[in-house]
């Protein structure tokens, strides 16, 4: 799934065998909002990224800190050959 592609919240959420208050809570949405959501109100963008984060990328974001992003953004812009290579190693260890 691409950042620009359409998420369907319900069917991520059925796929993932959750009900509403267990896939939304991990957004810090209440379970009544994301149920607006998933019956076609307008998702703002950040509740877009992060349920794309969360439930479509996997990610822990309780692990993620402020640190992680200064480190990723020094390297992409201060080494951008190391952030690379570093990067496709973690993707060859995340396969293998």
Do not use: C
């Not at 950042?3 to 939304?24: C, M, P, S, V, Y």
């Not at 019956?39 to 479509?56: A, F």
């Not at 996997?58 to 290579?85: G, N």
């Amino acid at each position: 799934m691409k950042a620009t592609d359409k998420i369907d919240a319900r069917e991520i959420r059925r796929k993932l065998g959750l009900n509403q208050q267990q896939f939304w809570s991990k957004l810090g949405v209440t379970q009544s909002g994301g149920s607006r959501y998933e019956s076609g109100r307008n998702m703002p963008r950040p509740v877009q990224h992060l349920l794309r984060l969360v439930h479509v990328e996997q990610i822990d974001i309780a692990k993620v800190r402020k640190e992680d992003f200064e480190v990723v953004e020094y390297l992409k812009s201060h080494d951008s050959e190391l952030f690379k290579s570093l990067k496709k190693q973690a993707r060859a260890a995340k396969k293998g």
